[in-house]
């Protein structure tokens, strides 16, 4: 079954607990975090995430837009983290690869994350050892951007190879996911759908998720 998790990119952050109680519906909640380095805009760091796993049991998805993340996985591990996602890009391969064995030390799910510009074949040398792959159909940074249509080819690269290497791995989309775009990207292989403003940008944002849930279907 596809699992939908709404991005709190879009939420209010001055309301994030009720925002969060809104989307409890939902399957996993998405949490990005960005360090102004590795992407032009700074959102939330590890006392945000330590405050959200305070307030809610839903299964947190810490998406790492930041550079050289390795320098931080235990301490979003400590912060409550379910699975933590970290950019390729964002670091030498050595450095992802100690990332992914501190994901694991501390129990964590691992994932690792491609930016547009990005190959499906570079997941290649982490791809057995996975729990999820995160394909962005934006550019990483910001929300509300319109969908990159061309990215379907890499999801279906991307589900090729899971389907391969590790068919237990999970395979998520985020950027641009709506009803339309959401039957798209479960067509192409996804099976976890990120979801910021046509989620909250909704005036129910419950009513929002469970029409994800029939693109699915």
Known sequence: MVKIAPSILSADFCNLERD????????????????????????IGVPVVASIRKHTEMFLDVH?????????????????????SVHLEACHPTRIAAALRAMEANGVKKA??????????????????????????????????????????????????????????????????????ARQVIEAGATVLVAGSAVYGAADPAAAIETLRRAAE
């Open 20 to 43: 969060i109680s809104r989307v409890s519906a939902a399957d996993w909640l998405h949490v990005d975090v960005m360090d102004g380095m590795f992407v032009p805009n700074i959102t």
């Open 64 to 84: 790492l837009m930041i550079d050289k993340p390795d320098r931080f996985i235990d301490a979003f591990c400590q912060a409550g983290a379910d699975l933590l």
């Open 112 to 181: 690792v994350a491609l930016r547009p510009i990005t190959s499906a074949k570079a997941v290649l040398p982490y791809i057995e050892q996975l729990d999820m792959v995160l394909v962005m159909t934006v550019e990483p940074g910001f929300g509300g951007q319109e969908f990159m249509e061309s990215q379907l080819d890499t999801i279906r690269e991307v589900r090729a190879l899971i389907d391969r290497y590790n068919p237990a791995c999970q395979l998520e989309v985020d950027g641009g996911i709506a009803p339309g775009t």
